[in-house]
């Protein structure tokens, strides 16, 4: 263990509290792109937007997990316009094809039936027009019919939905998954492999929008940073009234005015003008 003091002198009437301007209104990280500033604004604070995988489709829930994805909220994580047509089935099963069996409409959903030969069963929707290295957020539903195997959503380059580069997790329910464009025209559709021959499951509310901003990803697993929290060498540092703090020339006014955050929890120190100098100290313990 090692021992040593900090010190920092202290200006009199010294206020630890910060504010944006002098009408009380805090800083909000969104003022840095008002004018549409180019960067990011990344929140690890904030777990809905961290994903332990580049798809999306695992969220991240706590600390010590794998950071795979990590969205920019400078733009408000607002979705642009929806670029699948029928994708509720309301006009039948237009715009909509299989592979390895049959698309029909079924109660407003697209009825996916297996051809008399088991194995994957795959709907396809039509080319989408879409922009290379931007984000895209793809959403559906999978559900089984009489087929008892889940099924996931796919994103492919390729019009018969083969070499798909993203999917969604494999369940029965609603599925999501963000992808980054790596060409200029993307099919995207459902898939269930496995099947046997006959069964048949239903697809329907299937979207795709891009989701503006400069997100943050890593493909390789072995490469994800993780979660983590950073704990604070210093003690009592919300409390300089504490006898943690050493106070020599100076005297703490507890709690007289709003912190950062709101609260009424801001300390002032106030310099002993019968000294030259006020100073504050603390007593650190750093691990070697």
């Not at 464009?181 to 099947?195: E, Q």
């Amino acid at each position: 263990m090692m021992y040593q003091p900090m010190r920092c002198p202290l200006m009199p009437a010294m206020t630890f509290a910060v504010k944006s301007s002098q009408n009380g209104v805090f800083f909000n990280p969104l003022s840095l792109f008002a004018a549409g500033e180019q960067g990011a604004w990344y929140d690890p604070s904030d777990l809905t937007t961290l994903f332990q995988d580049s798809a999306g489709t695992t969220p991240v829930t706590a600390l010590e997990q794998p950071v795979g994805l990590m969205l920019d909220k400078r733009l408000g994580l607002v979705l642009g316009s929806e670029l699948v047509t029928n994708g509720d089935f309301s006009s039948g099963t237009t715009g909509w094809s299989a592979s390895n069996g049959s698309i029909t409409n079924s109660a407003g959903k697209g009825l996916f039936t297996k051809n008399a030969v088991g194995g994957a069963g795959i709907v396809i929707g039509s080319a989408l027009t879409t922009e290379i290295g931007k984000t895209y957020v793809l959403r559906g539903t999978y559900e089984k019919g009489t087929t008892t195997t889940n099924g996931f959503l796919w994103v492919s380059n390729n019009s018969d939905g083969s070499a798909y580069y993203a999917q969604s997790t494999n369940a029965d329910g609603q599925l999501v998954v963000y992808f980054r464009a790596t060409a200029t025209t993307t099919y995207v559709g459902v898939r269930s492999d496995s099947m046997s021959a006959n069964t048949t499951y239903f697809a329907d509310n299937i979207s795709v929008r891009e989701l503006p901003g400069n997100h943050a990803f890593q493909s390789t697993a072995a490469s994800r940073p993780v979660l983590s929290a950073r704990y604070n060498l210093l003690t009592k540092t919300e409390q300089f009234d504490d006898a943690a703090w050493t106070k020599a020339g100076a005297s703490v006014s507890t709690n007289p005015v709003n912190a950062p955050n709101g609260t009424l929890t801001a300390d002032k120190l106030v310099e002993d003008h019968a000294s030259l100098c006020g100073y504050c100290w603390v007593c650190c313990y750093l691990r070697c």
